[in-house]
């Protein structure tokens, strides 16, 4: 808990999703929740923005995300909603975006922080449901290299601990 604001933040270790929001899941508008991405790695991106620009580098970095198992779980500002969003209907996404009427989302991971345009907010939660990592990166293919080679060092060191 943040004592000072009196608001429960999550922390590496804790469950990561405790409560079903919308989302648009392959072009639909829909409610999903912890048990959609159980036993598969999530990766929960909050993201200053979703331009056409934005949603090619993401759907790319996705695509590259499902090879290896992981969702990607995508939180545009409140300002963006979930409805407008015709790219998103008009392809298949490697990613889901997720709506935040209540905030909840942001409250639960902190709240809104301060980010320049181009970076985007990420956590890394495993296949129990528990948050694993936390990252500020750059929403370049260089700053997403680095979410990918997290994933897979955590990927290996599961591995590494079954064997």
Same mark, same amino acid.
């Given at each position: 808990?943040?004592?000072?604001?009196?608001?429960?933040?999550?922390?590496? @270790?804790?469950?990561?999703? /405790?409560?079903?929001?919308?989302? %648009? %899941?392959?072009?639909?508008?829909?409610?999903?929740?912890?048990?959609?991405?159980?036993?598969?790695?999530?990766?929960?991106?909050?993201?200053?923005?979703?331009?056409?620009?934005?949603?090619?580098?993401?759907?790319?970095?996705?695509?590259?995300?499902?090879?290896?198992? %992981?969702?990607?779980?995508?939180?545009?500002?409140?300002?963006?909603?979930?409805?407008?969003?015709?790219?998103?209907?008009?392809?298949?996404?490697?990613?889901?975006?997720?709506?935040?009427?209540?905030?909840?989302?942001?409250?639960? $991971?902190?709240?809104?922080?301060?980010?320049?345009?181009?970076?985007?907010?990420?956590?890394?939660?495993?296949?129990?449901?528990?948050?694993?990592?936390?990252?500020?990166?750059?929403? /370049?293919?260089?700053?997403? @290299? %680095?979410? /990918?080679?997290?994933?897979?060092? $955590?990927?290996?060191?599961?591995?590494?601990?079954?064997?």
């Amino acid at each position: 808990m943040d004592y000072k604001s009196g608001k429960i933040v999550r922390r590496i @270790g804790q469950k990561a999703l /405790t409560f079903r929001f919308p989302a %648009v %899941v392959d072009g639909e508008v829909s409610y999903i929740g912890p048990k959609e991405f159980l036993g598969q790695w999530l990766v929960l991106s909050f993201v200053p923005a979703l331009g056409e620009s934005e949603i090619m580098l993401w759907n790319r970095h996705g695509q590259e995300l499902a090879e290896l198992g %992981v969702a990607l779980l995508l939180v545009p500002p409140e300002a963006q909603t979930l409805h407008g969003k015709q790219s998103f209907c008009t392809q298949h996404m490697h990613f889901v975006v997720a709506g935040d009427p209540m905030r909840r989302l942001q409250r639960l $991971y902190g709240g809104p922080t301060t980010q320049s345009p181009g970076r985007g907010r990420t956590f890394l939660i495993d296949p129990d449901g528990l948050l694993r990592f936390h990252l500020v990166h750059s929403l /370049t293919e260089r700053g997403m @290299g %680095v979410l /990918t080679e997290l994933l897979q060092a $955590y990927q290996d060191a599961e591995i590494a601990a079954v064997v």
